[in-house]
């Protein structure tokens, strides 16, 4: 089952919070037919060391648990 655009948008907003108390924020790039969300970091968190970490503990993780289709997250320039 193909993942919606407008759901990824809306379980993103979740984290955007979060992202955006630490002067970043989050890009939806592209949703894959296999399920990867390809986003951007923006803002302090595009350069941040923490990034990956970020990406996966946050994220991906809200994703997952808002999209159980979604199968992984991935960060793109």
């Known amino acids: 089952m193909a993942i919606e655009r407008e759901q990824v948008e809306k ?8 992202l ?3 002067g970043g924020d989050v890009e939806l790039v592209d949703v894959t037919n296999d399920g990867v969300v ?3 970091l923006k803002g ?6 923490m ?3 970020t990406l996966k503990s946050l ?6 648990k808002e999209l159980p289709d979604v199968k992984a997250v991935q960060q793109v320039q």
């Open 11 to 18: 379980a993103l907003e979740k984290t955007r919070s979060i």
């Open 20 to 22: 955006r108390n630490d």
């Open 38 to 40: 390809q986003v951007r």
């Open 44 to 49: 302090a968190c595009g350069g941040c060391p």
């Open 51 to 53: 990034a990956t970490m």
């Open 59 to 64: 994220i991906e993780r809200v994703l997952k």
